[in-house]
């Protein structure tokens, strides 16, 4: 099975399972309003953002996730932490821009570290020119299709306080907001 937007489609050993759900404890869920807001450019790459973007590739891998943007972990820089490919290492992002290549669009399915349990149809652009620069200030201009464009697009839009119900059809966003309502926990007290 293919990855779904944010969440890798992976069997965890024990324990894996184990640092995921101590990962996703980390990770910032709606309704946090953190993940509304937008990310501010990042003008300072120093040693703070760098070990920011360590900490957010870690986390990522720990989730099982394709991608982390900063916001889920409750700071607004514009950065986020992907994984392109299997081949190569996760990376962090910083100040992307994308332009779609064409004008060719797909739907498929998408997850989000912060909406566990949703999986909702999200329209993209299937080939991008991503635009941005690495954790060291550098440049970097990446043309990403498939998988990988959908990854961007789904970070980026974390960057915008964006969230797949906005992207998603009326019907599967009122499944998706009556999955995540908040739950009555009735606790005993003695
Ligand atoms: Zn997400």
Known sequence: MAD?????????????????RTALVQIRHYPDPVLRMRAREVELFDEALARQAERMIELMHDAAGVGL???????????????????????AIVNPRVTPLGDELETDEEGCLSLQGVLVPVERSIAIRLEAQGVD????????DGLPARA???????????????????????????????????????
């Open 137 to 144: 200030g550098k440049e970097l201009v990446l043309e990403l």
């Open 152 to 190: 961007v697009q789904h970070e980026l839009d974390h960057l915008d306080g964006v969230l797949l119900f906005d992207r998603t059809t009326p019907e599967a966003r009122r499944e998706a907001l009556a999955l995540l309502r908040p739950r009555v926990v009735l606790t005993s007290s003695r």
């Open 69 to 91: 943007a900063a916001n889920q972990v409750g700071s607004l820089q514009r950065m986020f932490a992907i994984e392109l490919s299997e081949e190569e290492p996760a990376r």
């Open 4 to 20: 779904s937007g944010q969440i890798k489609n992976i069997e965890l050993d024990a324990e894996h399972e184990a640092r995921r």
